[in-house]
C-alpha cells in the first residue's frame, strides 16, 4: 500500500510542476490544482499509514489513527479550493485585460521577433 | 488583561467583517472612520503589549484552554509584539494615505485591509508552524485582492506571476510541515524545538529536509535571491499605500526565517542545529549583490525603490546569517527602519508621479511639479536614510550589523557588500532627485495638488527615522534584549510548554 501511495503522491507532484511551468494560464492552473491534490495526500500520510485502526473516540480501542493530520488536510483542502477559484478568475481576468492567455500576458516568439527586426 | 494579546487578530477581523455589513458597507466615510479608529485601537492594544513584553514575560495566550503542545497557542513575546507594533503603525498610515482618495479606485479597500493586516498580525503571533501558514494563506489572499487593486493591465500582468508563484510556495510549505510532522510528531514550535534534538540519524536526514524546503518558502516571501524577480513588478505596479503596506510582507518572511532557524534549529538542535547558516550567507551576498545592479539598472522610482526592498532584504539576511545575539539586534533594528523609510518612499514616489503628468515617476525630463518643497524635503529624508548616511536611522542600523560582524572572513565578505550597495543606493538615489526635480522641461499648466492627509502620511512614515536615532538607546537596548530572549528560546523551552511534552 505504501509503495501504491508514494507513486501516486509522486506522479501527482510531477504532473503538477510539468503543467505549472507551462506557459498558459490554463495548464497552470491544472497543475496547481494537481500539486494541491498531491499536497493533500502527503499531509494525510504523515500521520502513517495504518489500516482498520479505530477513530481517536473510541475508548476501548488500543491503537488509533493520528487524528491531526486529517484535520490540517481538511484546512489544506478548503484553503486549496479557494486559492484555486482565485487563480481561475485571475487567469480569466487576465485573458480578458491583456488579450491572450499567457502567463507573461504577451505571446512570445513570432511578435516580438518580427518587432525586433523591423526597429533597426 | 490577558486577553489582550488576541485583540491585534480580532480587531482587524470584526473590523474587516463589520465593513462589508450594511450601515457601514455602502458608505465611504464610515468605513474611513472605522478603519482609521481599528487600526489606532491596534497600535494602542500592540503599544501595551511591547510595554507587557519589555518585563521579559512571554505571554502565552492559549486558545479554548488546550494546554499546548496540543491545540493552538498566541506567544506575545518581545520579538512578536515588536513586529505588531510596526505593522499597526505601517497600516495606519497607509490608511492615512489611502484615505485621501486611493480607497475609491476599487471595492472593498477597507475590508481587504483589515484582513490583510489581521494576516500579518497572526503570523507574528502564533505559535504554532502549521498555524503560520495559515495566518501567511489568510494575507496572501488579501494581499493577491489588494495586489489588483485599481485595475489596469500592469497590475493584472504582475498579479497573474505573484499568484501563481504563492500558490506554488504554498505547496512547498505544506510538504515540508507534513515532512516535519511526520518525523516530530508536533506542530508546536516550542515543542518542536525539543523534540529535533533527540532525532535519530535516519530522521535527521528527513527533518533537515522539511527545514530548507521552508527556507524555500520563507525565502520566497522575503525576496531572497533566486525567487526575487517577482518582487519589482509586483511592488511598482500596486497602487501607493498597498504597496507601502506590502513593504511589511517581506519582512513576515524573514521574522519566519529568524523564528524558525532560531528556535526549532537553533543552537539547541543537536545535528541539525543551524541548518540555514551556511545556506543564508551565499544567498545574503548573493540577493546584496543583485540588488546592488537592480538598483542601478532601475528606470523609475518605484522600480528604484522596489530594488531597494531587496537591497534591504539582503542585509536584513546578512544579519542573519551571522547568527549572534548582537547581530540579530541588529537585524531588528535595520527592520524596524527599512520597514518604514520603504513604506515612507512609495507613498513619496505615488505623489511624485502625479504631480509629473504622464512621464509619472519615470527618470525623463518632464514638468516641474507645483509642490516641490514640501515633496523634495521628504524625498531628502528618504533619500538619505535608505542610503544610510548620518544622521538618519540608515546609517544607526547598518552601523550596528556592521559592528556586529567578527573582524576577519565575515567582516571582509560583509563589509564591502553592505557598503557598495549603500553607494549604489546613493548614486541611484541622487540620479533620481536630480532627475525628478531639477531636470524639468516645462511649467506645470495644471496642478493636482497633493492633499494634507498625503503628506502628513509621509512625513509620519518617514519621521520615524530621525525619531529612531534620538532614542536610538531604548530602541537598540530593547532590540538587543528582543534578540536575547529569542536565541535563549531553544534552551528554555519550558515556559511555552506548560502541559511538558507531547
Given amino acids: ?120 | 488583561m490577558e486577553h489582550l494579546a488576541i485583540l491585534p487578530i480580532l480587531i482587524p477581523m470584526l473590523g474587516g467583517v463589520l465593513m462589508l455589513l450594511p450601515p457601514i458597507s455602502g458608505d465611504l466615510a464610515r468605513q474611513r472612520s472605522l478603519s482609521l479608529a481599528a487600526l489606532g485601537a491596534l497600535m494602542l492594544v500592540s503599544l501595551w503589549l511591547v510595554l507587557h513584553a519589555n518585563g521579559g514575560t512571554i505571554q502565552l495566550y492559549v486558545l479554548g484552554d488546550w494546554t499546548p503542545p496540543f491545540g493552538i497557542v498566541l506567544v506575545a513575546d518581545r520579538l512578536s509584539t515588536l513586529m505588531l507594533l510596526l505593522s499597526s503603525a505601517l497600516g495606519f498610515a497607509c490608511m492615512l494615505y489611502a484615505c485621501a482618495g486611493d480607497d475609491r479606485q476599487g471595492a472593498y479597500f477597507h475590508p481587504l485591509f483589515m484582513f490583510q493586516l489581521m494576516g500579518i498580525n497572526g503570523a507574528f503571533l502564533t505559535g504554532d508552524i502549521f498555524n503560520l501558514f495559515v495566518f501567511f494563506e489568510v494575507l496572501l489572499i488579501a494581499s493577491y485582492a489588494l495586489l489588483i487593486h485599481g485595475g489596469g493591465k500592469q497590475k493584472t500582468r504582475a498579479s497573474v506571476h505573484y499568484v501563481v508563484l504563492n500558490l506554488v510556495g504554498s505547496s512547498i510549505f505544506l510538504f515540508a510541515l507534513g515532512i516535519l510532522y511526520g518525523t516530530l510528531g508536533t506542530l508546536n514550535i516550542a515543542d518542536m524545538a525539543q523534540k529535533v534534538a533527540h532525532l535519530d540519524a535516519a530522521e535527521q536526514a528527513i527533518a533537515s529536509a522539511g527545514a530548507l524546503m521552508l527556507l524555500v518558502v520563507f525565502g520566497l516571501k522575503s525576496a531572497i535571491l533566486p525567487l526575487q524577480f517577482w518582487l519589482p513588478r509586483t511592488y511598482a505596479s500596486a497602487s501607493a499605500p498597498v504597496a507601502a503596506l506590502f513593504a511589511i510582507l517581506t519582512k513576515v518572511g524573514i521574522y519566519s526565517i529568524l523564528r524558525v532557524f532560531t528556535v526549532i534549529f537553533g543552537d539547541e538542535a543537536g545535528g541539525l542545529a543551524h541548518i540555514a547558516t551556511p545556506w543564508l550567507w551565499p544567498l545574503a551576498i548573493l540577493t546584496l549583490t543583485a540588488a546592488t545592479i537592480g538598483v542601478l539598472a532601475a528606470s523609475s522610482l518605484r522600480e528604484l525603490i522596489a530594488q531597494l526592498v531587496v537591497l534591504s532584504v539582503g542585509t536584513l539576511l546578512v544579519g542573519l546569517a551571522m547568527n549572534r545575539i548582537e547581530s540579530t539586534g541588529a537585524l531588528l533594528y535595520y527592520l524596524v527602519h527599512s520597514t518604514l523609510v520603504c513604506a515612507g518612499l512609495f507613498l513619496l514616489a505615488d505623489m511624485i508621479g502625479r504631480q509629473r503628468g504622464k512621464a509619472e515617476d519615470r527618470f525623463v525630463a518632464a514638468r516641474r511639479m507645483c509642490q516641490p518643497l514640501g515633496i523634495g524635503i521628504a524625498f531628502f529624508i528618504g533619500a538619505l536614510t535608505i542610503v544610510g548616511l548620518p544622521p538618519f536611522s540608515g546609517f544607526v542600523g547598518k552601523a550596528l550589523l556592521l559592528k556586529a560582524a567578527d573582524i576577519g572572513t565575515e567582516a571582509a565578505w560583509v563589509y564591502p557588500s553592505i557598503l557598495i550597495g549603500g553607494l549604489a543606493a546613493l548614486i541611484a538615489m541622487s540620479r533620481a532627485g536630480t532627475t525628478l526635480f531639477w531636470h524639468t522641461s516645462r511649467e506645470p499648466d495644471s496642478c493636482e495638488r497633493v492633499s494634507r492627509l498625503q503628506l502628513v502620511a509621509v512625513f509620519l512614515l518617514l519621521g520615524m527615522s530621525p525619531l529612531l536615532v534620538i532614542f536610538g538607546g531604548p530602541v537598540s537596548d530593547f532590540t538587543l534584549d528582543t534578540a536575547t530572549q529569542l536565541h535563549e528560546m531553544s534552551r528554555s523551552v519550558d515556559a511555552l510548554l506548560p502541559g511538558g511534552g507531547s
Fill in chain 1, 1 to 120: 500500500m505504501e509503495m501504491t501511495y508514494a507513486l501516486c503522491v509522486g506522479i501527482l507532484t510531477t504532473c503538477g510542476i510539468f503543467l505549472a511551468l507551462r506557459g498558459r494560464t490554463f495548464p497552470v492552473v491544472v497543475g496547481l490544482t494537481l500539486l494541491s491534490y498531491a499536497v493533500n495526500l502527503f499531509l494525510f500520510a504523515s500521520g502513517r499509514l495504518n489500516v482498520e485502526d479505530a477513530a481517536v473516540l473510541m475508548d476501548e480501542a488500543t491503537q488509533y489513527t493520528d487524528p491531526l493530520p486529517q484535520a490540517l488536510v481538511l484546512t489544506a483542502i478548503v484553503i486549496g479550493f479557494a486559492m484555486t477559484a482565485f487563480a481561475v478568475i485571475l487567469a480569466m481576468r487576465a485573458r480578458a485585460d491583456l488579450g491572450n492567455d499567457h502567463v507573461d500576458g504577451r505571446l512570445p516568439s513570432i511578435t516580438d521577433e518580427s518587432s525586433n527586426k523591423e526597429r533597426p
